[in-house]
């Protein structure tokens, strides 16, 4: 899980430098590196690419690719570390269209860590001058589309591999994103080349290893490991990027991490 999250950490530090290159284009570059790595796999060990439950598998790769883009736009607005903390704010939308869609049940106090991690993002925003309102919003909603993608992933099942899952999701982003790129392209010079060929060799690498974690290890101790990556996409943004962090931000992402780790405990409980 510590491979994973350093391996999530750089591609998220990668695409915060390429701000000047147009999301759709970044969306386009990660997702093509991906879909080569993970359908070569499939490829190789005969795996039906197409897989069984198509219809959700293309929901999941559109609210997949909307959450991504999303993420991507608030980066150019956010420290690194601030939009990786609220975009895990995510598990409580999953939880929220679980309990709606999926007919499952919460514990009070479950709902309180939500009520308590929405009061980081206050604390986030409220007491810190420097967190811009549109990368919130953007992020905010990108954390909405990834609730989403929890809970279709959820209602597909295992009726298909998760790689079949995954390439339909790394499909959909090289089409739309090189589609939308067209008009908007931006010729990469230099180390850019190097920096938007590896976003996609990360994140697959970030998939398999995090993947792993789960088959060997108990999910209530993996899961709270996932949010080492705030931890060192922080110390990345800090020394790479020069970002400071008010009092307030911490404590604010603090807040949020605590509520959602507490969560992982309580629910697998």
Known sequence: MIISTFSFSLMNSFVKYLEHIPTFEIVFFRTIGSLLLGTSYILIKGIPILGNNRKFMIFRAIAGLTAMSLFFMSLKY??????VSLRYLAPIYAAIFAV???KEKLKPIQWFLFLFAFAGVLVLKGFDNNINTIGLLLVLAASVFSGLVYVLIRKIGNSDHPLVIVNYFMFTGTVIGGILSI???FAPIGIDWL???SLGIFGF???VYMTKAFQIAKTNLVAPLKYIEVIFTILIGVSWFEDIYSFWSLLGILMILAALIA???IGRK
């Open 183 to 185: 008009n908007n392209w």
């Open 263 to 265: 969560n992982v405990v």
């Open 100 to 102: 709606f869609l999926l």
């Open 205 to 207: 690498f970030g998939q």
């Open 195 to 197: 920096l938007l060929s």
């Open 78 to 83: 956010l420290p690194v570390g601030t939009s």
